[in-house]
């Protein structure tokens, strides 16, 4: 089993900058893509960006180049950071984890965080 504690989450207004991190623990032999979903009221959940241990990463067309996610081993931690945030950005974000090496195979992520609350507003 693999636990992921996401943090970062929170208010931040237009334009404004935000970095979320996840943790994880247990079984880290066993991960090798991660990634980040979000999901914002009434509406499906969508895929941010991911990347594997081979060094494929996914961004959503929808980031725009705003968004870099980054992985550090030794840490065990996966980030990601938003600039330039815009009011549809909000969401909850949700760190996953899959032993699939290809992101495209993954449809259902074998392990998720519980959600960090992001909320773009003035």
Do not use: H
């Amino acid at each position: 089993q693999v636990q992921l504690v996401e943090s970062g989450g929170g208010l931040v207004q237009p334009g404004g900058s935000l970095s979320l991190s996840c943790a994880a623990s247990g079984s880290i032999s066993s991960i090798d893509a991660m990634g980040w979903y979000r999901q914002a009221p009434g509406k499906p959940r969508e895929l941010v960006a991911a990347d594997t241990k081979g060094g494929d990463t996914y961004y959503a067309r929808f980031v725009k180049r705003r968004f870099t996610i980054s992985r550090e081993n030794a840490k065990n931690t996966v980030y990601l950071q938003m600039n330039n945030l815009e009011a549809e950005d909000t969401a909850v974000y949700y760190c996953a984890a899959d032993p699939m090496k290809a992101i495209e195979k993954i449809s259902d992520w074998r392990y998720n965080g519980q959600g960090t609350s992001v909320t773009v507003s003035s």
